[in-house]
């Protein structure tokens, strides 16, 4: 074989190698790129997963203070009228109206926590209402009584108003809510 022939076939096999070498370099570079786009593709679903119950978990944070401070804010109501009564003097309409006012924020901040559950914690919040809704009729009641001077009628309201007061009600819903805040959500859980 002479050397120009050689030389050729020499020549020809380098540019078959670096062909076939370039394919294969193309090929793993692809697969690398699809690797990093996938990779890429999970930490971002990972990340707006996480953003999502950090969002869901803020949301339940304020619903919840909300009905606290709309309780303590129906609780402060309430001692008012009561401390009146106990003096003897009857409810004015606005110290009616602005009670039943308070017991209407608490339920309407309690249907916020509807929208972000769990159920465990809008039912609380649910009992709170039941409750406080209770002890103002009761209140009222006692009220009615002051006003005519049937000191029978006071007697049996100022009993029924004693068993309305349900503070282990407020601490259930706080030890409740400080679980729920505090425990780490289930990937994926957005309803608890």
């Known amino acids: 074989m002479d050397q120009g022939v050689a030389a050729v076939a020499a020549g ?18 692809r697969i690398g790129a699809q ?9 971002v679903d990972r990340q707006a997963t996480a953003e999502h119950l950090h969002w869901v978990r803020e949301q339940r944070r304020q619903a919840y203070s909300a009905i606290m401070e709309a309780h303590l804010a129906v609780s402060v109501a309430a001692d008012d009228c009561h401390t009146q009564l106990m003096d003897g003097s009857a409810l004015s309409d606005d110290d009616v109206s602005n009670i039943e006012r308070q ?4 339920a309407t901040a309690a249907a916020r926590a509807n929208l972000w559950g769990p159920d465990d914690i809008v039912n609380k ?7 406080e809704g209770e002890a103002i009729g009761v209140t009222i009641a006692w009220s009615i009584a002051v006003e005519i001077g ?12 004693a068993e309305t007061r349900s503070p282990e009600l407020q601490r259930a819903f706080v030890t ?3 679980q729920e805040l505090a425990a780490p959500a289930p990937p994926g859980d957005i309803h608890g």
């Open 176 to 178: 409740a809510v400080k």
């Open 35 to 43: 690797k990093t786009i996938e990779a890429a593709r999970t930490q």
């Open 125 to 131: 919040a649910e009992e709170l209402i039941r409750v």
């Open 12 to 29: 020809i096999a380098g540019l078959l190698g670096a062909g076939i070498g370039g394919l294969a370099t193309a090929y793993g570079a």
């Open 103 to 106: 017991l209407m924020n608490l």
């Open 150 to 161: 049937d000191q029978n009628a006071i007697q049996a309201v100022r009993q029924g108003f």
